[in-house]
């Protein structure tokens, strides 16, 4: 068993590029496809990355995705930044069979 | 389009059950996982399993084991997830969701109360 640990907040200014975390406790976070969701308040959440580093369509290209296995974390990044943008965003993983998500990231723009 | 459409908000008494309903439409529905996901007031998203509609397997994350049941009408489309012996701690925003490339559809969510 893993846990994928986020910072509680963020804040950055419009037009800013902010990139969000998330390290995996243990074992390779190359190991299992990562992806991250936006959720809005009083919304469900909405995919933004999957598989590491791909995009749904209708995502815009400010929304890129990564992994580093030096220090077995993930990364969300997002430039040209909106008020729009402001949200809660979760990191989710495999544990095997299981979804593992992240605690969640709170982004504001101001 | 794909769509999830979940059941009603609930209002249930502690040592109930609940059965909360997400049908499916827009997509071939054996093809693509169904996942339940919770989320407590002001919390994060919590895992609780995932269905596949094609025969029905099951796999329940590991604190829901033996208070979750996962089924399925495939002629309606439509997964089901029960749970049992609520406490208030159950209070939460029940999610459904697709498994195909990342959870890229979800249900709008329905509201579980669990009080006395």
């Known amino acids: 068993n893993f846990m994928l640990t986020q910072p509680h907040s963020v804040s950055e200014s419009p037009g800013k590029t902010v990139t969000l975390s998330c390290t995996r406790s243990?074992?390779?976070?190359?190991?299992?496809?990562v992806q991250w969701y936006q959720q809005r308040p009083g919304s469900a959440p909405s995919c933004v990355i999957y598989e590491h580093k791909e995009r749904p369509s209708g995502v815009p290209d400010r929304f890129s995705g990564s992994i580093d296995t030096s220090s077995n974390s993930a990364s969300l990044t997002i430039s040209g930044l909106k008020t729009d943008d402001e949200a809660d965003y979760y990191c989710q993983s495999y544990d095997g069979d299981n979804q593992v998500f992240g605690g969640g990231t709170k982004l504001t723009v101001l | 389009q794909v769509q999830l459409v979940q059941s009603g908000a609930e209002v249930k008494k502690p040592g109930a059950s609940v059965k909360i309903s997400c049908r499916a439409s827009g997509y071939t529905f054996k093809i693509y996982y169904i996942h339940w996901v919770r989320q407590a007031p002001g919390q994060g998203l919590e895992w609780i399993g995932r269905l596949n509609p094609s025969g029905g397997s099951t796999i329940t994350a590991q604190s829901f084991q033996g208070r979750v049941t996962m089924t399925m009408d495939t002629s309606a489309t439509t997964v089901f997830m029960e749970l049992s012996s609520l406490g208030p701690e159950d209070t939460a925003v029940y999610y459904c969701?697709?498994?195909?490339?990342?959870?890229?559809?979800w249900g709008q969510g329905t509201l579980l109360t669990v009080s006395s």
């Open positions: 243990s074992g390779n976070i190359g190991n299992n496809y």
């Open positions: 969701s697709r498994g195909g490339s990342g959870n890229d559809h």
